[in-house]
């Protein structure tokens, strides 16, 4: 009987704790961006696209950037469908942001003297190239280096010291899951994240007394062109590790980001599972609020034995390929 009062107290304080994270960390006021300009990067499809369209739902003045001009095109004529004010702007450019800084800062320069400075910038160009470390090219190394970090470092140089000095922005820096554990098959991938996560940690604590907020969003598996691409070059053990946690709609996955990044929030996820690596894999990552603190706290030691039992799947998914090509091997010699 003790037993059980232990656990209903457990379970009580649980609850407790969940109510007050929702009182005093959720019900924070979001910043308004109607009327501000907002540069999405990677905007012509995906999360990124999604992430514009509710930009301007919410009356922002909205660039995409990206390289498909006929993309960026169809994006801007869709904002243009679901405008809310008479005097709403969008507008595009065709960019590479991993390239040059200067010729970044360049074209950047030029977005602001028409749509006005930089109030929000959206990180959100991104890439996979899938295998076994040694398997995946070092061009095709350089290439995720250069358009996953490059082209957020870029325009986040460029936008930074002129929010610092307005007192005031918004960044978004898009990493993913694969920022918080290295996974099988996505090693090069897991690095540029990684670099992002660390590049959103350090941006947030230089930028905080200068009054602006930065937002690590970590998507899971989303349903978008991109994972289509990345499902290519995808081992068949990183399939099924990767594939529990089902697929979430860019849409969903939009409304989210930019929820969290107008309140201000350090972290950005969507759905349980995501929430649960994050919690274990950042565990010095800037939490918001006491509460969500406290949580934590409370939660974290059994949780260790959560990430123990999902190594050990994670590495019987692997041993049990492994068999599985090993025979499927042996049988061809045989066949021979």
């Known amino acids: 009987m003790e037993l059980s009062w232990e656990i209903v107290l457990c379970v009580g304080i649980a609850v407790l704790v969940h109510v007050l994270v929702y009182l005093f960390v959720m019900a924070k006021k979001p910043r308004s961006i109607v009327g501000r300009h907002v540069v999405v990067t990677g905007g012509s499809k995906g999360i990124g696209l999604c992430l514009a369209v509710e930009c301007a739902m919410k009356g922002a003045n909205v660039t995409v950037i990206a390289r498909d001009e006929k993309m960026l095109s169809g994006a801007v004529a869709l904002m243009e469908v679901i405008r809310q004010r008479p005097d709403q702007k969008f507008q595009y ?6 390239g040059d800084y200067d ?20 990180n959100c160009a991104g890439m996979a190239i899938c295998g076994v470390f040694e398997e995946v090219s070092v061009q095709d190394v350089h290439k995720l280096m250069n358009v996953n970090f490059f082209g957020t470092y870029n ?5 930074l010291p002129k929010m610092k000095k307005a007192g005031d922005g918004i960044i ?3 990493a993913s899951q694969a920022a918080m554990f290295g996974i099988y098959g996505y090693g090069p991938y897991s690095a540029t994240k990684y670099a992002l996560r660390a590049m959103a940690e350090t941006i947030a604590m230089e930028s905080r007394e200068h009054g602006v907020s930065v937002t690590l969003a970590m998507p899971c598996d989303t349903n978008t062109p991109g994972f289509e691409e990345e499902e290519k070059s995808k081992p068949r053990e990183t399939k099924i590790i990767s594939g529990g946690g089902g697929l979430i709609e860019p849409e969903v996955m939009a409304k989210a980001i930019l929820k969290d990044a107008l309140k201000g929030k350090f972290t950005s996820t969507v759905g349980a599972e995501s929430w649960l690596i994050t919690t274990l894999g ?11 603190n406290l949580l934590h706290a409370i939660v974290l030691g059994p949780l260790r034995l959560v990430s123990y039992a999902l190594h050990k799947y994670f590495n019987s998914v692997i041993r049990k390929c492994a068999r599985e090509d090993k025979a499927k091997a042996a049988s061809e010699v045989e066949s021979k």
């Open 93 to 98: 450019r065709s960019l590479d942001i991993g």
């Open 282 to 292: 950042g565990a010095l990552l800037p939490w918001d609020g006491f509460f969500t």
């Open 172 to 174: 978004v820096i898009t």
């Open 155 to 159: 325009c986040t140089r460029y936008v």
């Open 103 to 122: 010729q970044v800062a360049k074209v950047l320069g030029e977005i602001e003297d028409n749509f006005g400075p930089i109030y929000t910038l959206i």
